[in-house]
């Protein structure tokens, strides 16, 4: 089965630079996704690392190490509403039919 | 900007009473997907759905539920004999392969 664990809540000041970790193990590895999920809303896809390294979007950036069996999300600049949950997941094969979903960090941004 | 509807937003039932969630993806997608988020824990994979079958689902997935793609719009999830346990949040997605899903808003479900 796969299994994603992430720090459970996480506080940071506006402006700075905030790391969300995820761990995980799985069966087979396809690739790492990162979801962000305001309070009452829907998951809204941010990121996707299939490769080793950085991908950078913007302010938020995810990296990925399968050697580790570890990635994880830097937002840098936070902002007030950077303030949510943040899901690691994965893929169960890869046509991606199938997402397991992390245990979910819930980021709170302060001033 | 197209994005994948829900409705209704919020459902509330009596145990033992069926239900029917409706979902309509991005029109020009083939992939959809029923998640389910219990308040305060992580979004769990109920089932995805492509060509007009079932293509993956979980434990949670059993003969209690079921989903369907009526018409070229709407795919529905349906619960036959709710439980208290069935009180969640139900996402519908879609895609067309890939990482990268589009979340409806949710329907809110509640057992009493």
């Known amino acids: 089965g796969q299994s994603l664990e992430q720090p459970s809540e996480v506080t940071a000041v506006e402006g700075a630079i905030v790391q969300i970790n995820c761990t995980y193990q799985t069966s087979g590895f396809y690739g790492l996704s990162w979801y962000q999920q305001h309070d009452g809303g829907a998951p809204t896809f941010l990121s996707y690392?299939?490769?080793?390294g950085l991908e950078e979007t913007g302010r938020f950036s995810s990296f990925l190490s399968r050697s580790d069996s570890y990635g994880y999300l830097l937002l840098q600049e936070l902002q007030m509403k950077d303030s949510a949950s943040y899901f690691c997941?994965?893929?169960?094969?890869?046509?991606?039919?199938?997402?397991?979903f992390g245990t979910g960090t819930k980021l709170q941004v302060i001033p | 900007e197209p994005e994948v509807t829900q409705t209704p937003s919020h459902q509330v039932t009596q145990m033992g009473q069926e239900v029917i969630l409706r979902c309509v993806p991005i029109?020009?997608?083939?992939?959809f997907y029923w998640y389910r988020q219990i308040l305060g824990q992580k979004v769990e994979f109920l089932v995805s759905f492509y060509n007009n079958e079932i293509s993956e689902k979980s434990e949670i997935f059993d003969d209690q539920f079921s989903v369907e793609r009526p018409d070229g719009s709407n795919f529905t999830l349906k619960i036959r004999s709710t439980k208290l346990e069935d009180s969640a949040m139900y996402f519908c997605a879609s895609n067309n392969r890939g990482e990268e899903q589009f979340f409806g808003p949710g329907t809110r479900l509640t057992v009493l």
């Open positions: 997941a994965v893929p169960n094969s890869g046509g991606y039919q199938k997402v397991t």
């Open positions: 690392n299939g490769l080793d």
């Open positions: 029109s020009n997608h083939l992939y």
